[in-house]
């Protein structure tokens, strides 16, 4: 009887270990997936914004009017959106791992020297320097990021809790089979 409740002890703390383990990696999958979302959100809006670009400088040109002003803000407001979704898509990319290539902007490991696209060389200190010395501007930006990415929708976190309940369940079945297993072995 001691044995089996050895074993009963066991498959709780395999349990509880499998749902932390699975609560964390729903948790970064989410993370990751609420980001993505955002990062096409802030796409969308970049488009838009180079079509009124377009548009304004079709009209300038054809109507020789001086519309720089316009065309000035419309260019402002492209330039903050890509900022943002730069910031959007290195959390993406920190979420995942990985680090984005100052050359090209290609995704590689954290652990890389080089970039596999375009050959450049990472520099690990001055990305540690360059974190310690943001400027205001910079926590700014990335205010301003995460004010991009909306907040989850009551539904998406229960849908998320219940397959990870699910996931759960089924690791806890699995390992409650395995002791009933043992058990009739002895």
């Not at 270990?17 to 980001?35: E, F, G, M, T």
């Not at 995460?146 to 089924?170: F, G, L, Q």
């Amino acid at each position: 009887m001691k044995n089996f409740d050895t074993i009963i002890d066991d498959v709780r703390e395999n349990a509880k270990a499998a749902a932390s383990v699975v609560s964390k990696q729903a948790a970064r999958l989410y993370d990751a997936s609420k980001h993505r979302i955002s990062a096409e959100g802030i796409k969308r809006s970049i488009g838009k914004k180079l079509i009124e670009l377009g548009k304004l400088t079709y009209k300038a040109t054809t109507q020789n009017l001086d519309l720089s002003e316009e065309i000035a803000k419309v260019v402002e407001e492209i330039t903050v959106l890509k900022q943002n979704l730069a910031l959007v898509n290195a959390h993406i990319a920190s979420i995942k791992n990985q680090k984005i290539c100052p050359e090209c902007e290609n995704k590689v490991s954290k652990e890389s020297v080089f970039c596999n696209i375009c050959g450049y060389k990472f520099d690990e200190e001055p990305e540690a320097v360059e974190e310690e010395t943001a400027a205001p501007a910079e926590e700014e930006k990335k205010e301003a990021a995460e004010e991009a990415v909306k907040a989850p929708a009551p539904d998406d976190i229960v849908v998320a809790a219940k397959e990870a309940v699910e996931e759960i369940s089924e690791d806890a079945e699995d390992v409650l089979a395995e002791a009933e297993k043992a058990e009739k072995a002895e």
